[in-house]
Every structure is written in C-alpha cells, then in structure tokens.
C-alpha cells in the first residue's frame, strides 16, 4: 500500500511526464489526438477501400481496436525504458520503484482516455443506438490498465539489465499488431488458430470491447471470467518479479 507522500510523487511524476513529453511540439496535447487518427485513417483507406472486410461499421471497428493497441503498444513501450529516463530521481531519493512504473503507464492512460473520447465522437455520429452496455467497458479498461501494468514491471525491471530488450520488445509489438484481429476480422482466420489468438489477452479485449459497441452485447461470464482470471495472472505475475528485481534496479542503472 503506498503511502500518502508516494501517492503525491506519483502523481507528481505522472503529470510532469504528461507535461514533458508534449511541450517542445507546436501542437502540444493535440498529438495525443492526431497519432492514432492519422494511423486509423491511412488503415482505413486501404483496407476499405483497396482490400474491403465484410465487417459492418469497419471505421469503429478499425479505430477501436487502434486505440487500444495503441494504448498497450505506447504504455510498454514509455514503461520499458522509465528507470532510464529517470535515473538521476531514483540514484538521489528514496521511494518505491514501482511508483515510476506506475506513473508511466498512468500518463499513457491519460492518452488512452482522450483517445476514447475520440472514439465515441464517431460512435454518436454512427447509426449505432445508445446502449447501457457501453459502461462494461469501463470493466475492460480497468483489465487492460491492468495488463499493461504487470506487462511493463516485467519489462521495465528487465530493461536494465538487458539493453537488447528495446530492440526485441518494438519487434514483438510489430508482430504483434498483425497477428492480433485489429485490422481483419477474427472470421478470416481458420477456426483451428482461434485458440492460439485467444492466448493473447488483447486479442480478447478487443473483441469484447467491439461486441459491446457494434454488436450490442457483453460476452458470456464464461469469457469474461477468463480475461479476469488472465488479468490477475499477469499482474500477479508482474508485481512478484519487479519485487525480486527492485533492489537491483539503482545499480544497474
């Protein structure tokens, strides 16, 4: 449990990185907006246009499935290397490690958020009716904060030991939009590898989050017993190796 002071650092850390990472860009803030419009919009063109999917309301699913990849691929990735960036914090005054951890991908859910809000513009422009449903996806960005956050303790904590790890984690994030259902429909792919696409937990989140807002439905508790189960296991996970690394991370820095 962290103490009231570590909740002010982190807080503190988490809105000063927000502030960093934008201010010596003309747009500013608006590059949180831009980024996964622009990357939507380039899909967009040529999987509708050039190679069409049989998909009904392709500009949601496409964008949906965008902003949460987004949303793992840059939390991660800022995560990965935060002992890094700040070293000259850690080697001077004491506090919870995790605290850098959590306050990098915390600026990265901030992103996320604003990004959502973008999604949900096009989905009140849609002819897609207003449903309760939609708030269960509160429950789906709670696990996927949580995801990413046992994802990037392990990460993190590996990172300083093993610089290498930067280069593999972009190239397994490649590997990974394409094979997660972001762009094609999970139909398009033969059933017998439905399971192997299932292992990945993104994969499932994406899938729910669109069955809530195109289909209209929240999946069975069955489904969504497992991503709970898979969430727990990760951050679980997560949180026992950082704590065994901890002590390591200042003089491997």
């Known amino acids: 449990m962290l103490s009231r002071k570590n909740i002010r650092i982190l807080v503190e850390i988490a809105i000063s990185d927000f502030k960093v990472r934008y201010q010596s860009s003309i747009l500013g803030y608006v590059w949180t907006l831009i980024k996964p419009l622009l990357l939507f919009a380039v899909l967009y063109v040529v999987f509708s246009v050039f190679m069409r999917f049989p998909v009904e309301n392709y500009q949601l699913y496409l964008l949906l499935g965008v902003i949460i990849w987004n949303f793992f691929a840059e939390a991660t990735s800022i995560a990965l290397r935060c ?104 139909t398009m792919v033969p059933e017998v590898y439905h399971r192997f696409i299932y292992l990945n937990p993104l994969a499932r989140l994406i899938e729910y989050s669109r069955a809530i807002f195109i289909l209209g439905h929240i999946p069975s508790p069955v489904l969504n017993l497992v991503i709970f189960l898979m969430t727990v296991v990760i951050m679980f996970v997560g949180a026992l190796f950082f704590k065994y690394q901890e002590a390591s991370i200042p003089e491997n820095i």
């Open 83 to 186: 002992f890094e960036t700040k070293q000259s914090l850690i080697t001077k005054i004491y506090f919870p490690r995790i605290i850098v951890v959590i306050a990098s991908t915390l600026t990265s859910l901030l992103t996320f958020l604003l990004n959502m809000i973008v999604f949900f513009v096009f989905l009140a422009i849609s002819d897609i009716p207003f449903s309760f449903n939609f708030f269960f996806m509160i429950v789906y960005i709670l696990e996927l904060y949580f995801i990413i956050l046992g994802v990037s303790l392990i990460i993190s904590a590996l990172y300083v030991k093993f610089r290498d790890l930067s280069h593999i984690w972009d190239v397994l994030l490649q590997i990974g939009f394409w094979i997660t259902p972001i762009i094609y429909p999970l």
